[in-house]
């Protein structure tokens, strides 16, 4: 892979990681309402999947993938102001953390409902097969969806039917506090895709490099219509979903310290004289101060006007308040 594009993948990374970082420090002065999942540890894979989707693309992210959103396209702004539930929001400040979706920019939207989306994804897959567009839809799920009815029913399917579908497993090896291999027959969830005999593949979920072409090849085979891939990313996600934390001390060094996605890339860029730490450290500095001007933006927007609860709950309908 091209310097260029390592160090590209490394700012996408630091706008995930900068983002949740500033978001969480709100969320704790009280300034963010809802609940707060963080894409935390997991910046690699949102900057891999990003860097091989384009706009006329679908894509249904997860309740950790914020920084995605910004990625796709939408102004951070929007994004930020949409999570502090402000009237600048992208969704107007109605949707939040799990419900903010942008189609201009092939954001289809989250739904809190863990794994619904998988079926979603078919029909557009299906529409953009018939209309034999070169655009797929991506889904973004956890290991946690893996049981459900939904992920079966989808993989099988988008296999049979050949459809444009992209599979982003983030096996962040826990849902809530249970351990992947406690709640499923595999730990090694693409062997479900193997079943559905889907094209599919494992990839360490910190290293960008990795993850980035492994997404591309992926992508490349989609949109040569040969049919649905599924990638399984192995991660592993620094917040747990309560405050309170129950991995072993060991587990958290390995995955906070040794392989953490921003040093691995950063080992990476240094040892193939891609860019020196000051470089590195510049880039880090400009997207933290331009997360910031989201923040500040978003602190000040107004909230949104009560007059306007009921509009755009339904496509050219208007609800009636009582
Ligand atoms: C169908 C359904 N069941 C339960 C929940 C409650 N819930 C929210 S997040 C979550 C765990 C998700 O785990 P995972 O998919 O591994 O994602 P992670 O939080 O680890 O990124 C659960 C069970 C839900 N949103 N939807
Ligand atoms: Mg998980």
């Given at each position: 892979m091209d310097g260029n594009t390592v160090l590209e993948l490394y700012r996408k990374m630091w706008v995930v990681r900068a983002f949740e970082q500033g978001l969480e420090r709100e969320f704790k002065k009280g300034n963010v309402p809802g609940m707060l999942h963080t894409g935390l540890g997991q910046e690699a894979v949102q900057a891999a999947i990003a860097n091989s989707l384009r706009k006329t693309d679908a894509f249904f992210p997860d309740h950790r993938a914020h920084g995605l959103l910004v990625l796709a396209g939408t102004p951070g702004e929007k994004i930020m102001a949409e999570l502090f539930g402000k009237a600048t929001g992208v969704c107007s400040g109605k949707g939040g953390s799990l419900h903010s979706a942008d189609?201009?920019?092939?954001?289809f939207g989250d739904n809190a409902v863990e794994g619904s989306m998988m079926a979603t994804a078919l029909g557009v897959g299906l529409a953009y097969k018939m209309q034999k567009r070169d655009d797929l839809a991506a889904v973004i799920v956890g290991?946690?969806?893996?049981?459900?009815g939904e992920w079966h029913e989808s993989l099988n399917l988008a296999a049979t039917w050949k459809l444009p579908v992209l599979y982003c497993c983030v096996?962040?090896?826990?849902?809530i506090s249970t351990a992947v291999g406690d709640s499923h027959?595999?730990?090694?969830?693409?062997e479900f895709a193997c079943a559905y005999k889907m094209q599919s593949v494992q990839v360490d979920g910190n290293d960008v490099v990795e993850a980035a072409r492994v997404t591309a090849e992926a992508v490349d085979w989609i949109r040569q219509g040969k049919g649905p891939f599924f990638i399984e990313y192995k991660t592993w996600r620094w917040q747990g979903i309560f405050s309170g934390e129950f991995r072993p001390a060991e587990e958290i060094r390995y995955w906070k310290e040794e392989h953490e996605p921003m040093k691995l890339a950063r080992d990476y860029m240094v040892k193939n004289h891609i860019a020196d730490d000051a470089v590195l450290e510049q880039i880090k500095a400009e997207v933290e101060a331009q997360v910031e001007t989201w923040i500040t933006f978003a602190l000040e927007s107004p909230p949104p006007?009560?007059?306007?609860?009921?509009?755009?709950?339904?496509v050219g309908w208007e609800v009636e308040t009582r």
């Open positions: 189609p201009s920019v092939g954001n290991d946690g969806t893996a049981g459900r096996n962040n090896g826990y849902a027959a595999t730990a090694e969830l693409y006007d009560l007059s306007k609860a009921t509009a755009n709950v339904y």
